[in-house]
C-alpha cells in the first residue's frame, strides 16, 4: 500500500520552498481541489496499484487513458459528456462512488468545473535542487515521525502526509500548511511568551534552518526573520544564539548583519571550532560593536587543543561541555583553572529537564557562569520540586537529591 504514495513524494518540497507557487492561483487547483475530493471518494478503488474497471484516478493523463468499458473519463471543456461526471448521478449503470454515498451537490459542481475550464493539471512542477533538498531533508523526518499516525484510511484527523495534496488538503482543522505562510515566527512567538511568563529573561535561540531545515537561503533569511521578530516582540530580553555549527564563517557573519539592531548576548556553536573562523569571527564582532558578546563553544565533539588555544586570547571565552556528558568530575577538575583563566563556564544542559538542576547546583557551587540553560518544562517525570525560577534567577532547592520531587500520581 505504502507504493501507491511513494512517487507522490517528491513534490512535497514546495511546502518549504516555493513560496510564490500559488501567488497568482489559477481558479481552479487539480491538487488543492479536485485530488483531495477524488482521494477521499474514489480512489480507494481507482489508484495504480488497484484500478477498479481498469482505471487510475490519481492523475490527469490516467483518466485521458480512461477505463475499461467507458474509455477516456474527461472530456476537457465538457462537463456532461464526460463519464467521471456522468457515473455520479444516481440510478445510472455505472453509479459511483460504487456501494458508497452519493458526492454532495457541491463537490459535482466542483467536478464539472474543473471540466468546464478545461481539466487542467496545474501543478507546480520543481526543479533539481528543490526535490534534492526534499529528498535529503523533509521526507525522511515524515517518514520516520509521521506516517505512522498519518497515512492511509485511519489516519489521525484526516490528515494525510503522504502527498503534497494530502498535505495542502490537510485535515479536520483545515490545511496542514499555508503556502508561503508557515506558523513557524507565531509559534516562536508563542513558545517565547510562554517561557517569559515562566520568568525567563533571556532566550537562547537555536539558528541554523539553512543548515539543516531548510534551503540555505531561505534557512538563513528565516533566521534572521525570528530574531528580529523575538527582539522586537521581547525587548527586554536578553538573546542568545546558537548555530549548532551550522553555519560557515561567512554565512555567520551575514546572518549578525542582518540582525544588525540586536544587541546579542552570546554566540555558541556557530561552526566546528577551528582557530581561523573563530579568530576572524571574533575580528568581526569587535568591530561591529559587538565586542561584549560572549562567545562560546565545546558542547559538539568538542576539540579541547583547539578550545584551549582559543581561549588563550578570550578569543572564545565560554566553555559548555555537556554536565553528564563531560561529567562533574572532569568538569570538577578544570573548573579553578578556567576561572583563573577568566573563561566563563555553562555546562550543556539540553536533553533533559534534569540536566538543568544539575548544572544549577553545580555552578552554585563553583560559580563563574555567565548564564546557565534552561529546559524546564513540566511534566513527564521530572517535577521540579523545591527548584524554582523567581525574577530570571534560578534558586535551587536545599533538599536532598537536587532538590527535586516525585512526580505526583
Ligand atoms: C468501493 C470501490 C469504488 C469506489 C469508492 C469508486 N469506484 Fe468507480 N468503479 C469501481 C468498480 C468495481 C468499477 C468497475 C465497474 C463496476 O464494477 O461497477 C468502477 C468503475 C468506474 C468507472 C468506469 C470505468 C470504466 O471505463 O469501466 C468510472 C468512470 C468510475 N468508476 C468512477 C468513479 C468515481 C468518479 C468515483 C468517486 C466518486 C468512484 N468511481 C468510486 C469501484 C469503485
Ligand atoms: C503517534 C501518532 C502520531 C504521530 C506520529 C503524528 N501525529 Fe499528527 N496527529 C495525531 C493525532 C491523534 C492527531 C489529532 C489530535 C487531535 O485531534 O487533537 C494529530 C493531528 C495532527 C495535525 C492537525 C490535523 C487537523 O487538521 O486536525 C497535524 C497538522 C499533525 N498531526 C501533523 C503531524 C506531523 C507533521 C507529524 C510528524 C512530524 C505528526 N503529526 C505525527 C497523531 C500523530
Not at 123 to 151: M, Q, W, Y
Not at 216 to 236: E, M, Q, T, Y
Request: glycine share 10%; proline share 6%.
Amino acid at each position: 500500500m505504502r507504493l501507491r504514495y511513494l512517487p507522490t513524494f517528491l513534490c512535497i518540497v514546495v511546502v518549504f520552498v516555493v513560496e510564490h507557487a500559488f501567488a497568482q492561483a489559477d481558479p481552479m487547483s487539480f491538487e488543492r481541489e479536485i485530488l483531495p475530493l477524488l482521494e477521499k471518494r474514489c480512489n480507494e478503488c481507482h489508484h495504480p496499484a488497484g484500478t477498479d474497471g481498469g482505471l487510475d484516478l490519481t492523475q490527469r493523463s490516467t483518466m485521458i487513458s480512461g477505463g475499461d468499458d467507458l474509455g477516456p473519463v474527461i472530456v476537457p471543456g465538457k462537463p456532461n459528456v464526460s463519464p467521471l461526471v456522468q457515473v455520479l448521478h444516481e440510478g445510472g449503470e455505472y453509479f459511483m462512488p460504487k456501494d458508497g454515498d452519493p458526492l454532495e451537490k457541491d463537490e459535482i459542481a466542483l467536478l464539472k468545473k474543473w471540466i468546464a475550464e478545461g481539466a487542467r493539471d496545474n501543478t507546480p512542477s520543481f526543479n533539481d535542487d528543490e526535490i534534492a533538498f526534499f529528498e535529503r531533508e523533509v521526507r525522511p523526518i515524515l517518514f520516520d515521525g509521521c506516517l505512522k499516525c498519518h497515512a492511509g484510511k485511519d489516519a489521525e484527523s484526516g490528515l494525510q502526509l503522504t502527498s503534497r495534496h494530502g498535505i495542502l488538503a490537510g485535515g479536520d482543522r483545515g490545511p496542514a500548511v499555508v503556502l508561503g505562510n508557515p506558523a513557524g515566527i507565531d509559534k516562536v512567538l508563542e513558545n517565547c511568551r510562554w517561557d517569559y511568563d515562566y520568568g525567563y529573561r533571556q532566550f537562547k535561540v537555536k539558528i541554523g534552518r539553512g543548515n539543516r531545515w531548510m534551503p540555505a537561503k531561505a534557512g538563513l533569511k528565516r533566521d534572521i526573520d525570528v530574531v528580529n521578530a523575538i527582539h522586537k516582540a521581547f525587548p527586554d530580553v536578553e538573546i542568545l544564539v546558537d548555530g549548532n555549527n551550522g553555519f560557515t564563517v561567512e554565512t555567520m557573519i551575514g546572518f549578525l548583519d542582518g540582525i544588525a539592531d540586536v544587541p546579542v548576548f552570546w554566540i555558541e556553536e556557530p561552526f566546528h571550532e577551528t582557530v581561523a573562523d573563530w579568530t576572524r569571527l571574533r575580528d568581526y564582532l569587535v568591530a561591529n560593536g559587538r565586542k561584549e558578546t560572549l562567545r562560546a563553544d565545546g558542547e559538539a565533539k568538542p576539540d579541547f587543543p583547539v578550545l584551549e588555544e582559543l581561549q588563550q586570547d578570550h578569543t572564545l571565552n565560554v566553555r559548555l561541555e555537556d554536565i553528564c556528558g563531560h561529567g562533574f568530575t572532569r568538569w570538577r577538575q578544570q573548573l579553578p583553572r578556567l576561572t583563573k583563566e577568566g573563561i566563563g563556564v555553562s555546562p550543556h544542559t539540553w536533553g533533559t529537564a534534569l540536566k538543568t538542576v544539575y548544572t544549577a547546583h553545580f555552578v552554585g557551587a563553583y560559580g563563574n557562569a555567565p548564564t546557565i540553560e534552561g529546559v524546564t518544562t513540566k511534566g513527564g517525570d521530572v517535577d521540579f520540586g523545591e527548584n524554582r525560577i523567581v525574577d530570571a534567577q534560578f534558586h535551587p532547592s536545599n533538599q536532598p537529591g537536587f532538590g527535586l520531587a516525585l512526580p505526583a500520581q
